[in-house]
């Protein structure tokens, strides 16, 4: 199982100093929050896509390449790339170009974001979101793997005989989640193509987005990938820990109250009781996660939100060390009774593998 954090890259003033850092400081804590949580034993770091203020992270795959170079093993995603906005080709060129600078540390989630005005902005309707994901993952799909691309679509210009360059790494695409918090096509998508699902299921009920896994699990099996539970599931969360929950609660909670996307809305003891979201001791955040399986059964990754609403560099970096430590009890805990037929994350060295025993045909005896 893959345990890591996933950035929004939000420009937020600090409600407790009313400071508000530029691009350019914010730009850097992104990036040095990446290099901590390789430090601290974290698998994945991903960042989101965004293309309007208050956020920062226009191009995923530059940031994750400056990341790529000063790390060893930290796995890279997005989280997400617009796949509706995004040309195929270009998300073609770029993650297999982030493949290769990176060693194959990389993967990615796809989905359609939450600005409802980026549609204009790069030429596309929001009425045609769904039609959009759909096709334009079909064409990346076909641009990975094959030499030779022949395509005409309702989206983009027809291709004839496209290769796409450079070609994946090893001859292995990215792996791909599809990410979405309410859409079932999606997750239709993902169990179509037998690629992961994530549900960032960072701010609704959990019953919520076990109607989501319960399906793209059924769908997977039914097209043949295996069994419901061999599906490749991916979760969000939020944290906020301090060894002492009641400093934790008293310290989050201006930030809670003042972050743009839930501040002035639900209280916070609201909020934790009926979303993911654990503010207290690293005991509490063990407890509540362990409990995700429970309701969502055994799955392969969980991201974690820890650097949003304002909180201070120096905040996020105590928050990682935590998470550190948090997380290596996580493991144990995952490990134990986890079923033989539950797979492992995915990454390029097991890709690879499978490629290769698939490949393999033994001679016939002579």
């Known amino acids: 199982m893959q345990f890591g954090i996933f950035t929004v890259g939000d420009v937020t003033t600090d409600p407790t100093t009313g400071r508000t850092p530029s691009e350019a400081e914010r730009i850097r804590s992104m990036t040095a929050i990446a290099l901590k949580a390789e430090e601290v034993g974290l698998d994945v770091f991903a960042t989101g896509e965004h293309h309007n203020p208050p956020f920062v992270p226009s191009s995923p795959t530059t940031m994750l390449g400056w990341i790529a170079a000063r790390t060893e093993r930290l796995i890279l995603s997005t989280s997400t790339t617009l796949i509706t906005t995004n040309d195929p080709v270009k998300i073609a060129e770029d993650f297999a170009m982030l493949q290769h600078l990176a060693d194959g540390r990389v993967d990615l989630m796809l989905g359609r974001g939450n600005t409802g005005p980026v549609y204009p902005w790069f030429g596309q309707d929001i009425r045609q979101g769904i039609p959009l994901a759909v096709e334009n993952y079909a064409l990346l799909h076909k641009l990975w793997r094959e030499d030779a691309v022949d395509w005409a679509g309702r989206f983009r210009t027809p291709l004839e005989g496209f290769t796409s360059t450079p070609r994946p790494l090893d001859g292995v695409p990215p792996f791909v989640w599809h990410g979405s918090i309410r859409s079932p096509e999606i997750a239709e998508q993902a169990a179509y193509y037998g690629d992961g699902f994530f549900a960032n299921n960072i701010f ?14 059924r769908r997977y099996a039914h097209y043949g990938h295996g069994a419901p539970e061999q599906a490749i ?14 400093d934790a609660v008293r310290e989050f909670r201006p930030y809670f109250d003042n972050a743009p996307v839930y501040g002035h809305g639900p209280s916070l003891e609201d909020f934790t009781a009926q979303t993911p979201l654990t503010v207290g001791s690293p005991q509490q955040v063990i407890e509540k996660t362990l409990g995700f399986r429970e309701v969502f059964g055994d799955y392969q990754r969980q991201l974690f939100l820890v650097d949003h609403a304002g909180l201070p560099l120096k ?3 105590e928050q990682l060390d935590l998470l550190g430590e948090v997380v290596r009890e996580l493991r144990a805990e995952f490990d134990k009774g986890r079923p033989a037929n539950v797979p492992d994350a995915p990454t390029h060295a097991a890709l690879l593998a499978r490629t290769a025993r698939t490949d393999t045909r033994e001679e016939p005896v002579k």
């Open 204 to 217: 609704w009920p959990k019953e919520h987005f076990r109607k989501l896994i319960d399906l793209y699990r």
């Open 233 to 246: 599931v991916g979760l969000g969360g939020q944290v906020f820990i301090r060894r002492n929950s009641q």
């Open 315 to 317: 905040t996020v970096l």
